[in-house]
C-alpha cells in the first residue's frame, strides 16, 4: 500500500474523503470545496464564511487542513474535516451556528455536530467546539479504508511567536477555534508483523493477514 507522503496525494485523499461524508452525512448535497493545506498552529482546520475561490466558473468555499496536524490518526483527520463540513451545511441552510466572528460555537452547531457523525464536547472559553468521531463515524473510517497521512509541517519558533506565515487567529475569517485538548482514540491499530499493512478496528480482535498468512499484531 502506497504512503501518503506527498502533498499532491495528501489533497487527494481530503477530497475522496470529503465525497465520501458528504455523501454518507449530507446525502451529497454540500458543494464541493477547495481542500487547502496551511499551516496553522493554533486550530487543526477551517472553512472561510463565504465562497473565496472561483474554479471552473463556480465560487466554492475553502476547507484547510492545518499542514502542522497532518500526521495524526486518520480519524482525527476525519473529525476535524467533517467538523468544518458542519460549518459549510450550516451556512447552505441558513443556521447561525457560531459568534463571536465565527469563534464560538453555539448549541445549533452541537446539534447539527452531533445529528452528523461527531461527538461533541464543551470549552469554557470557544463552546460547543471540542469535536471528535463518533463510534459509527469511527466504523465508517473502517469500512473505507482510509490510512493516516504520513506527512506534517514541522512548527517553526517564528510560528509560535507570532511573526510566521501561519494563521494564528482563526475565526478572523474563517468558522474555527484553537486546538482542544487531544482525546484519546478509541480505535485499534494492527499490522501485519510480515507485510506491514495496517488495519483497525474499534475492539479487540484476531485477523489474519490473507496474503502472509500471519496474525495482525497490535501497533499501538
Not at 507522503?5 to 475522496?16: F, I, N, Y
Not at 484476531?206 to 495482525?216: G, K, P, S, T, Y
Amino acid at each position: 500500500m502506497k504512503q501518503t507522503v506527498k502533498t499532491s496525494r495528501a489533497a487527494g485523499q481530503l477530497e475522496k474523503m470529503f465525497r465520501e461524508l458528504n455523501k454518507h452525512y449530507f446525502a451529497g448535497n454540500l458543494p464541493e470545496p477547495i481542500i487547502s493545506l496551511k499551516k496553522t498552529p493554533s486550530a487543526y482546520g477551517h472553512i472561510t464564511c463565504s465562497k473565496v475561490w472561483q474554479a471552473g466558473g463556480e465560487n466554492k468555499y475553502e476547507i484547510n487542513i492545518s499542514s502542522a496536524t497532518l500526521d495524526r490518526p486518520i480519524e482525527e483527520t476525519a473529525s476535524t474535516l467533517l467538523h468544518e463540513m458542519v460549518h459549510e451545511y450550516c451556512m447552505e441552510t441558513g443556521i447561525k451556528d457560531t459568534s463571536n466572528n465565527g469563534v464560538y460555537h453555539n448549541r445549533r452547531f452541537k446539534e447539527q455536530a452531533e445529528a452528523h457523525g461527531l461527538t461533541v464536547d464543551h470549552h469554557e472559553k470557544y463552546g460547543w467546539t471540542i469535536t471528535s468521531p463518533s463510534e459509527e463515524l469511527l466504523d465508517f473510517i473502517i469500512f473505507q479504508g482510509w490510512q493516516d497521512i504520513q506527512m506534517g509541517e514541522r512548527l517553526a519558533w517564528s510560528d509560535m511567536a507570532g511573526t510566521g506565515a501561519g494563521s494564528k487567529a482563526p475565526g478572523s475569517s474563517q468558522t474555527g477555534a484553537p486546538k482542544p485538548p487531544k482525546a484519546k482514540s478509541s480505535t485499534r491499530r494492527w499490522v501485519c508483523p510480515k507485510c506491514g499493512t495496517i488495519i483497525r478496528s474499534t475492539k479487540e480482535v484476531r485477523v489474519i493477514c490473507a496474503d502472509c498468512m500471519e496474525l495482525f499484531v497490535k501497533a499501538d
